[in-house]
C-alpha cells in the first residue's frame, strides 16, 4: 500500500474496481453487472486467461456478435431480478425500521395524549389535564412532551 498520502490517485483506479466489482447486498449484484450486463474480468483474468477468455478468443466474429447480442437480450432479465431483489430487501428494512417502533414491556408508554397543560412548575415539570378538564395524577417532564397547535 502507500505510505503516504500522496499516491492515492494511482490506487485510485483499483479502489474503484473494486466497489464496481463488489456484490451489494441490496440489489444482489455488482455495478457492473447493471451497467454493462455481464461480469467484469479482473485483470489478473487477462494475464491469466479464464475458461471465458479463452472462448470468446476462439469465437469467429459472427459467433462473437452473436454471442454478444444474446448476452445483450439478457440484460433486460437480470436488471428486473435486480429491481425484484431491490423491493424484497427495501420491504426487509421496512419491516426492520417498524418493529423497532414498537415499544415493549417497560419502554411501553403509559400517557397517550391529547393533554392541555394547566401548570409549568419549576425545573420543567408539567402539570397536564385531560382534554374534559381532568386533571392528570403524574407530573410530567417537558422534554417528553410534544407541542401540537391547532
Known sequence: ??????????ML??????Y?????TSVGATPYLLVNGIEAVIPAKVEIPSLRIIQEAKLSDAEWVRKRIDQL?????KRMVVVCHGHLYRQRMIRAFHKKDEYKGKFAPNWQGPYMVRKV???GALILSEMDGTEWPKLINSDAVKRYYV
Request: net charge neutral; proline share 0%; hydrophobic share 35%.
Open 1 to 10: 500500500m502507500i505510505d503516504n498520502r500522496r499516491g492515492w490517485q494511482e
Open 13 to 18: 483506479s483499483y479502489a474503484l474496481l473494486g
Open 20 to 24: 464496481r466489482t463488489t456484490v451489494r
Open 73 to 77: 437480450t439478457l440484460i433486460d432479465e
Open 121 to 123: 412548575l419549576s425545573g
